[in-house]
């Protein structure tokens, strides 16, 4: 279990500890001889979990990113993708920088992460992944046959995946700054016509369906970097998502919401829904599909697999009607053969998740503040 | 006068040194218990050059990136962005990193960058930018505020260019890796029908323009890192050209070629059209704008302004009958006041650029091998 994040009220409302008002409405700092609103008053610098996908993610993107660009209200509306209309067509638009470490880990690599999680992204939104670009900053005195190694995944990955990298860009940095390869993709994908999937379109009512078993991916990773053993080898489940979520298409055009719980885990997906949509998300644990290598890696590293990143699942809110038939479309597909049903959405409580436990309890699902691990994508 | 990076054999033709085969054809090397070809023989590192736009950067992409990801020829055919078809429309897509030090300089930041960096790849294909994903790596330990300020000459930027930030990300590495802020952007661009604008279009005959003063922002960024003083403040050229662009453009559909020499300067643009046509291109040195502070700086460091970086110039390539209208058009434009008509594209020495001197001999301007100074992008 993580340590609480956030606190909840007598009224049932969640306050996210360390947030703060918008800037300007704070005392200014001098920087490299400019007079700057300070953003942050509790993080006048940048600490790790401002990249860790939770509160403090949110708290650096609607205070800093949001007003600079001037168009906050669009963008924080907008899921894990842009959608644009062009000549006629929708396209999907999305962007994603990669930082793992290692850069290699069991059952996947950077090359494979920049493919898959741009690709899944794009899929979020019911859109199949067409184009991506690819950016490398290098650093200076890494290998050129590991760069070599990288791009050979990436390109593996994407001819999987069913996209096409048609521009990219190369830059060097000094050894010491960096960590030999760091990558970015942004991706366009085009949207069927019919299509409307984004967090707001939750309802109470709807089926949360869950593609297969969770946390693979954070434990691999930690299994490999923080030199862990769990008796077993763990793999990542990184894996690109497109097809089946056409699979889930083909049977109802009117998926509410998909969700590709990376960072923070399932819990900041659904914690992010039920607050775009203002509804109350309720999830049986017991029927989250946990598997027994990453439950015994939890219990002995006192995690909470709801918070552990994934790279090949989704989450998707389904209206009741269609989720048996979505259901056994995902069971049908190579990356959904373990889908389950794991809670539903609901009126009660909105913007809260809260989870029904093994012994009958319930208990607030809090966002997380940062990332258990940082640098897992 | 950069030193020589390559040698002209008898028959006129160009031998980048240090320019190996394709991967594959050399020894294996072990890189993390994995056996992989060695891809760079000359090169088993990676070198900062590796990042300068230059023959080392065209190596790198030739022989480690392209062959990955399969796509090779595809990719090798592009300019600075990719031209897709959505929905019956043209569409280009393009995307850049920065990674320049410092954050902050005479005439403009990093987050300026990011946008016309961006913004000027579209415009390089005629096209008309419309909306840009923004991707941060924050080091840890960074002040908010410089994120801020950073952020909000992002914005800014993107407002003068008419273009919509739409999708974002934010990573964050640990102190001592990154430097403060890399920013990545892609960008999508609509293309007018009937335009058709990529190096290959070259022909013998077309005059040779250039939108105004070469050299500014490398020398900005080098007065204000390497503590140089040349008793006057230079400033960055860093501008977004699309408005220049749609004003050549609404002369005549049928510009041949367009390149904003960004690394590499001047020369790596006009040697990789010469390259790309297999057309040679006739420079008169004389002719090329290189304002006072620029050319003093380049005397006293021994540097050629042709190899200079700018941020806000093109370079394009026009057919005779329309060049002087379209020169014109730019001088009529705040961006292009200071055009000038610098050579002609002929049918000798194909894949070769020449420069005719002030004293009346010519020079082979050759391919950088890197960047004179690295991180000016």
Redesign the interface.
Known sequence: MLPKLGSVDAAGSVEAVGSVGP?GSVEA?D??G?S?????RD??????????GGAL?AE??EN??LP????GP??AA?G???A?D????R?A???????VRPL?FPGGSIGDLAVNGTVNDLAMSGARA??L?????????????????V??A??AA??AAGV???????????A????GV?L?T?G?G?IPPGVDIRPQRARPGDVVIVSGEIGLHGVAIMSVREGLEFGVEIESDCAALGGLVAAMLAVTPDLHVLRDPTRGGLAASLHEIASAAGVGVAVRETAVPVPPQVANACAVLGLDPLYVANEGKLVAFVPRDRAEEVLAAMRAHPLGAAAAVIGECVTEHPGMVVARTAFGGTRVVDLPLGEQL??IC
């Open positions: 800037v700092v920087v490299a400019w700057c609103p300070l953003p942050l993080h006048p610098r940048v600490v790790m979990g401002h990249g860790g993610s650096l993107i800093v990113f600079a660009f001037g168009n669009a963008l907008l894990d993708s842009a644009l062009v000549g006629g067509a396209i638009f999305s962007t994603d920088s990669f930082v290699f067409a184009w670009s690819c950016a490398a900053i290098l650093e200076e005195g890494v290998e050129t046959a590991v760069v070599a190694r791009a050979r990436l390109g994407a001819r096409e990298v048609v521009t990219g860009d190369t830059k060097v940095v000094e010491g700054h960096g960590d760091y970015n942004a366009i085009l940082p640098r």
